[in-house]
């Protein structure tokens, strides 16, 4: 673990072991369930999350890298130890991840600036450090630039859908992918939340302690708005209507094409048996190789693997992708007509 | 196919093998690579591990396959189902096939073979003979496609050495036995990279995606200082020399672009994503568990072999490739269009019976365009 210094540990709680901090400033969780001074802490920590479910980034109390008084600090580190405690205790997972995500642009923020500084290079070391103990990505500075192996790049840069992140439209050189101190950051922004939400799934949950209760109340109906209801069309989206409509045609729809026409109508619970007749007028087919191949797919037969349908990315690479207005950035043709309400 | 056909065929393969198994190149960490094979008229046969040459030489000779793969990746237990093989590893392949390119000599030298009456035609829609659409395409490629699948293999090596960092001497190129080049890069700093990560690699080596943006366009206020420069390395130093042409018109063009507005920018770039960027197989890129044919092997789709080649630009896969018999088979042939091996011309065959050196009966044959009479 790093060694941190008191204004770190306020930037990024989560390097903390949470029970090691409580013990060497001296507190029990009771005492903030009962002492009126820190009862305002559990506030603080109940108004952490809340911000956070709500899709906003807490706004701290330290002004700039420094905090405004010495007392911030402790304040910032346990207002932190003490929503995860709640989040624990309400045991409501949406808010967990919601709350995650916003530690995680909060950090974003703090490392960005760390990368950033010319005048400090120990805070620069220490975010370069950081990226690399818990996320693996090594990056070195290159002029205005931070480089990075491009093998490492894409495991990370295939978790986003926007254009801008694809390979294609980053400055590539001598096997390098060239980033801003923001993209640097924003580049590990879902593994940071992981990272943090991980950190909170994986922390005991305490018995409820006297003074908790209202917050710990008052988040599991909070989090009673996020619950969401799905309806569907049923329409068909264009790939598949367009690969539906080639093998009408007789034409030869490609294997990758027959993949994703398969493992979509399977997904929507068509039998095999139902599927088969589609690809009766290929030029190739063959009545006992389709048989045996969707039942492949389907998992009855052979490594009892049920394959899925493609994302909607691989299908652009592969050339099957037609995507219309009403695709609505879906990522997975599978979502098509999907409304959430 | 006919069973003398098969006979032949098998008799011809089998001599090879035993005369030229030189040629054939186990892959380094042989053990842990999965092999397969087909035999003719039968299916595929899967999960095999091979612990050297020896093994190789014996499972050919006894097994005679019409074809022979090997993986691209490395397993701890190469020859367990596929979720229990313990996937380590792959090279990076790449397949660059003439048929892909949209050429146009195509039509000039692809033969439809009917699957219900098996009539033979030129007619590329539907059959002459009895109208039906279920038609098997058979192409005989000619100098113009391979030199365009050259084309496609010099681009993809310049990518992958000037913006990917292999280096030269890691990339080994094939003659598919077909129509068309395989690529392996060993030894980079992708052998550890999944499907997905693949399929981004192989968008940027087609130039697929590309947004205005990148090469300096923008939305509103685009400004010119943005715009890419010839000396640029990577996509945009390639996107200079195809778009402006000349240094001397840089600046004319980028005013141009800049009137015709953003959406025009967009497809600007899908139009020269054919031209810059390398057409492969993304398929074969993003598949890590593929299993490849082998070096050396032959190709039942032509009975030529898979072959190195270590000069591209002089390579001549229809003399290079061709390791068969000289000695003379009597055929009855159905190939309507004219083709070269070995720097000799035959054809065309109009349903005649012919007198051929084994070499061309057996390509003839592996592409149906003849049987043993």
Known sequence: MLALGQDEIAKYPFL??????LKDKGFTLEQFGTDP????????AFNRIEVAADGKIYHSDLIGDQASNQAALPREVFSFLLAIVLLKLSGMNTLIKRFALAEARRAEKYLEKDLANISDESKK???????????????????????IPISNYLKHSINFHEREWKLINRHVENGLV????????????KELGTYISSKIINAKTPPMISGFEESVSKLISMSKKFATYTVTTGEYPPCIKHAIEILEKGENLPHSGRFMLATFLLSKGQSVEKIAPLFKNA????????????NHLAGTSGSGTQYSCPSCEKLKTQNLCFAIPECDNIINPLQF???RT | MQENDVKFLEDSFKKYYFEHFDLIRVPNRTSEREFGFQKFNSGMTRHISIKDDKELHLLLMQNIPSDVYCSNACYAFPNLPMNEKD????????????KDLNLECRKNHTISKCNECNEISTN???????????????SLPCKNCIDASKNEVSKLSKILTEDLDVQQNNIHIYFSGNEGFHVYVYDSQFQQLGSRERSELTDYIMFNGAIPETFGMKKFKPNRSSFPDFEEKGWRGRFSQEVYGLKSKRSKIISELITNGYSSFQKTLEGISDKIGAKIDPNVTMDIHRIFRLPGSLNSKSGLTKILCNDLPKFDPYTEASFLDESSVEVMANCPIEFKLKNRKFGPYFNEKASIPTYVAVYMICKKLATIS
């Open chain 1, 125 to 147: 070391q220490l975010a370069i450090r950081i990226i690399d103990d818990l996320f693996s990505v090594q990056i070195k500075k290159q002029d205005d630039y931070f480089v």
């Open chain 2, 124 to 138: 590329s829609n539907n059959c002459s003979k009895c109208n039906s659409i279920k038609l098997e395409k058979k």
């Open chain 1, 337 to 339: 007509g999907k409304k």
């Open chain 2, 87 to 98: 996937w380590k590893e792959a090279d990076l392949i790449f397949d660059i096939d003439a």
């Open chain 1, 16 to 21: 903390a072991d949470a029970g090691q901090y």
């Open chain 1, 283 to 294: 030029p190739d087919y063959n009545e006992r190789v389709t048989l045996y191949q969707l």
């Open chain 1, 178 to 189: 060239f980033l801003t101190p923001h993209e640097t950051v924003r580049l590990i922004r």
């Open chain 1, 37 to 44: 001074d820190l009862k305002l802490l559990v506030e603080k």
